[in-house]
């Protein structure tokens, strides 16, 4: 097959650019210090009082309290976007202050179509950047780099998160605390009051603290006003915080919380096979507890014994047919979560979710002076999958054994800069391991640029397991991975260069690295204007390109892209993208060449979330090794007909046609997934929760290599699952739940969906504080 787009490959051209893509990353640390004649510090936000509560503070979103009364108010705020920290279009008053036991914020925010104001009630994290919120985010540590997070609506739903200039924003970690909202005549108001034991501050008598106040402004564009401005040509976002000044006495540590909790389940499965009856299983009932303290105002110590997670909600199905390396999930269990932003580091070294079965945990999280690190060990009672990784691909294999687990990572800060050591652990029975350790940092010279890098060893003695994977036979296996980049971000000028490596032989059991014995070279640069008066207010036009090979040279994948992306009204997002790529599959060089559209939209308070993604045009077989043509369509989005319900649908197909030869032509699979997922608040503390998936696949046999697949292709595959939740929450661990759940699958004998297995479950927990 001839394709056009590959024609300059053939005359050296792809040698050439590589040539120069290597050459640019051998100098990349020359460039850097180059170009830096003196380091720059951010300009952090105008500075900010906080004085002592003359009076009580009830939390009821009416700002009337004695405890108010002699704050000032912070008005000078800036619209960060659209416009570059200019003048708000709206007012916004903010207000700080503390007591013995608490930090305070309150807000009035103006708005003069009230009406517009978009506040849905909902479960707790489930604030979307699409409807009106404020809140604060706490620097308490001060170390310029992290922060959390407290961010509310007007009828009390909560959003927490940690947000960290190094590793991004995680709403995974929950705290404690309370907040109420008004709507009035002329805009709302917002009441925060956070525990000082949900924050970590150092044990000084008057600390410096760093903080934002911020609000969202989701209308016929999406606004955003913070406290403080924040300079497009500045890369980083907690640094831009105004320093926090006047606490004094605050309490340091001796915080306990104790959350007990008891679950009970019966399940029914098809002991015989689909079609046959359901057969009740023993009665499960389990009982233990999540414990929470904090000796020091900067140490918290987290343990766990027999931990429940059946009340996380099931994951998102993702169509995995046609796919070469592993899918990732989010971790969502609470034991793993304090100070989460300490696991993260360039390479996914650490993925709590390796962590299956936790028997029991102990976990210390904290910060001296400007050390933070973070350490945890657990006994992991196996049952789930381990993956193993490869130069083209990434399989799984059964982890049939206990194991011992643990992490550390120490982090050393040095302004705006740091360097780190991460260390993790798996002692698995019968003395097989994996251990990974290495250093990394960052480095930011000046605010429109950042260095990161990252260097890790493994040693490994995989299981005497060969009938769970082939190389699971009692080897021993070393290797080293590599990974540095440099992001330059200015207010048109951006660019992204990045070079890894990792050893045929490294293994990261406790983390997610599905893809070793390659090394890699990728560039990304764009370039961004700001049109006025015009539908778009931001549009940034990019290329990018990569080079993945073996450790001999060999190609693995190279990759080229040009595209452009806009921000519009609607509070709308447009992204179409040119994209080339070939891979080696087996020993074969396969091409394709496919352009992508992404469409996003949040246009009325009822419907928002809207998002279309396309891809369509050649695509690869990865399975059978050839070429085909192919289709993926991906779709999202929200209905709230009032703030009690919120309906949410995601959709995704994915189709592969293919020239199987003497075979014949036609289409090779359908993939599908549906999910509808509902949620009644009754209150702000009690929900439904309903939700319907649907995972299909279609093949069609005879277009399979009989050569790679000796044994039957199933035609059909799919899977139905329901699950209905009611929960009452008076905060994250004090809660009751009450569930019912079951799974359908489809029988090649009756051709229809079985029932396969079905559950119900309930839970109680409280968490007793002192």
């Known amino acids: 097959m001839t394709h056009a787009a590959f024609a300059w490959m053939s005359d050296g051209n792809w040698i050439r650019c590589i040539t120069a893509a290597r050459l640019a990353f051998a100098l990349l640390p020359l460039a850097a210090v180059a170009g830096v004649a003196k380091a720059a510090d951010p300009v952090p936000g105008p500075p900010l009082t906080i004085k002592r509560a003359a009076g009580p503070i009830v939390i009821d979103g009416v700002l009337d309290d004695a405890g108010w009364q002699g704050i000032d108010g912070v008005s000078t705020w800036y619209e960060t976007r659209v416009g570059d920290s200019v003048e708000p279009q709206v007012g916004n008053v903010g207000y700080l202050?503390?007591?013995?036991?608490?930090?305070?914020?309150?807000?009035?925010?103006?708005?003069?179509?009230?009406?517009?104001?978009?506040?849905?009630?909902?479960?707790?994290?489930?604030?979307?950047?699409?409807?009106?919120?404020?809140?604060?985010?706490?620097?308490?540590?001060?170390?310029?780099?992290?922060?959390?997070?407290?961010?509310?609506?007007?009828?009390?739903?909560?959003?927490?998160?940690?947000?960290?200039?190094?590793?991004?924003?995680?709403?995974?970690?929950?705290?404690?605390?309370?907040?109420?909202?008004?709507?009035?005549?002329?805009?709302?108001?917002?009441?925060?009051?956070?525990?000082?034991?949900?924050?970590?501050?150092?044990?000084?008598?008057?600390?410096?603290?760093?903080?934002?106040?911020?609000?969202?402004?989701?209308?016929?564009?999406?606004?955003?006003?913070?406290?403080?401005?924040?300079?497009?040509?500045?890369?980083?976002?907690?640094?831009?915080?105004?320093?926090?000044?006047?606490?004094?006495?605050?309490?340091?540590?001796?915080?306990?919380?104790?959350?007990?909790?008891?679950?009970?389940?019966r399940s029914w499965s098809a002991a015989n096979g689909l079609g046959s009856p359901l057969q009740a299983e023993d009665l499960e009932s389990r009982v233990g507890v999540d414990v929470k303290w904090s000796?020091?105002?900067?140490?918290?110590?987290?343990?766990?014994?027999?931990?429940?997670?059946?009340?996380?909600?099931?994951?998102?199905?993702?169509?995995?047919?046609?796919?070469?390396?592993?899918?990732?999930?989010?971790?969502?269990?609470?034991?793993?979560?304090?100070?989460?932003?300490?696991?993260?580091?360039?390479?996914?070294?650490?993925?709590?979710?390796?962590?299956?079965?936790?028997?029991a945990g102990l976990r210390a999280t904290g910060r001296a002076g400007s050390t933070s690190f973070t350490g945890l060990v657990t006994r992991d009672a196996g049952g789930g999958t381990v993956i193993i990784p490869g130069p083209q691909g990434s399989s799984f294999a059964d982890q049939d054994f206990e194991s011992g687990v643990g992490t550390a990572r120490f982090r050393r800060d040095f302004g705006q800069s740091f360097v780190s050591a991460l260390g993790t652990f798996r002692e698995i029975e019968g003395g097989a391991y994996n251990r990974v350790f290495g250093p990394d940092f960052q480095w930011r010279p000046r605010t429109t640029d950042t260095f990161t890098g990252q260097m890790l060893w493994s040693a490994s003695l995989t299981p005497n397991r060969p009938d769970l994977a082939g190389e699971w036979d009692g080897r021993k296996l070393s290797d080293e991975a590599y990974k540095v980049n440099w992001s330059h971000s200015t207010p048109k000028v951006d660019w992204y260069l990045e070079t890894q490596a990792l050893g045929p032989e490294f293994r990261a059991d406790n983390g997610f690295i599905p893809q070793v014995g390659f090394r890699e070279y990728y560039a990304q640069l764009g370039y961004t204007f700001r049109p006025e008066k015009i539908f778009y207010s931001r549009i940034r036009i990019f290329g990018e390109g990569y080079l993945d090979e073996q450790q001999d040279g060999t190609t693995l994948t190279r990759h080229a892209l040009a595209g452009v992306g806009a921000d519009g009204k609607l509070s709308s997002f447009m992204q179409l993208v040119m994209a080339a790529d070939e891979f080696l599959v087996g020993s074969e060089m396969l091409q394709r060449v496919r352009p992508r559209l992404i469409l996003e939209a949040s246009p009325t308070r009822a419907f928002g979330n809207l998002s279309?993604?396309?891809?369509?045009?050649?695509?690869?077989?990865?399975?059978?090794?050839?070429?085909?043509?192919?289709?993926?369509?991906?779709?999202?989005?929200?209905?709230?007909?009032?703030?009690?319900?919120?309906?949410?649908?995601?959709?995704?197909?994915?189709?592969?046609?293919?020239?199987?030869?003497?075979?014949?032509?036609?289409?090779?699979?359908?993939?599908?997934?549906?999910?509808?997922?509902?949620?009644?608040?009754?209150?702000?503390?009690?929900?439904?929760?309903?939700?319907?998936?649907?995972?299909?696949?279609?093949?069609?046999?005879?277009?399979?290599?009989?050569?790679?697949?000796?044994?039957?292709?199933?035609?059909?595959?799919?899977?139905?699952?329901?699950?209905?939740?009611?929960?009452?929450?008076?905060?994250?661990?004090?809660?009751?739940?009450?569930?019912?759940?079951?799974?359908?699958?489809?029988?090649?004998?009756?051709?229809?969906?079985?029932?396969?297995?079905?559950?119900?479950?309930?839970?109680?927990?409280?968490?007793?504080?002192?």
């Open 97 to 265: 202050a503390y007591d013995d036991k608490y930090l305070y914020a309150a807000f009035r925010f103006a708005d003069p179509q009230p009406r517009l104001i978009r506040a849905p009630l909902g479960d707790h994290d489930a604030l979307s950047g699409t409807t009106d919120y404020g809140g604060i985010i706490v620097d308490s540590r001060n170390d310029g780099k992290t922060a959390q997070m407290f961010l509310a609506n007007a009828n009390g739903l909560q959003y927490d998160a940690i947000s960290s200039d190094v590793s991004g924003e995680d709403n995974a970690p929950d705290w404690f605390w309370d907040t109420a909202g008004k709507v009035s005549a002329d805009g709302w108001t917002l009441e925060i009051r956070v525990p000082f034991s949900s924050l970590r501050y150092s044990n000084t008598p008057a600390p410096t603290w760093g903080i934002l106040l911020y609000r969202n402004y989701p209308r016929e564009r999406h606004y955003q006003f913070f406290s403080a401005k924040l300079p497009r040509d500045v890369s980083c976002f907690i640094c831009n915080s105004s320093k926090l000044t006047g606490l004094d006495e605050l309490p340091h540590g001796s915080h306990l919380v104790v959350a007990p909790f008891a679950t009970t389940e």
């Open 295 to 359: 000796p020091l105002s900067g140490l918290a110590v987290d343990a766990t014994v027999k931990p429940d997670f059946s009340q996380l909600e099931a994951d998102v199905a993702q169509i995995s047919a046609n796919e070469r390396f592993a899918l990732f999930y989010p971790e969502k269990r609470s034991f793993f979560l304090e100070g989460v932003d300490l696991l993260a580091t360039p390479f996914q070294a650490v993925y709590t979710r390796t962590v299956t079965d936790p028997v």
């Open 612 to 770: 279309l993604t396309i891809l369509t045009g050649q695509e690869i077989d990865f399975a059978n090794a050839r070429e085909g043509t192919g289709t993926n369509l991906t779709f999202a989005g929200t209905w709230r007909p009032e703030i009690h319900t919120t309906l949410t649908a995601n959709a995704s197909v994915r189709w592969l046609d293919v020239d199987a030869g003497a075979a014949g032509e036609g289409r090779l699979f359908t993939a599908q997934v549906e999910r509808l997922r509902g949620v009644y608040m009754i209150n702000a503390r009690t929900f439904i929760r309903l939700i319907a998936q649907y995972v299909q696949t279609e093949r069609d046999p005879s277009l399979y290599d009989p050569v790679l697949y000796p044994d039957p292709v199933p035609a059909k595959s799919a899977d139905m699952s329901l699950s209905a939740l009611f929960a009452y929450k008076l905060n994250w661990q004090t809660v009751f739940y009450l569930g019912y759940g079951d799974l359908s699958t489809f029988s090649d004998q009756s051709g229809d969906m079985e029932k396969n297995s079905q559950q119900t479950f309930a839970k109680i927990s409280y968490a007793f504080q002192r």
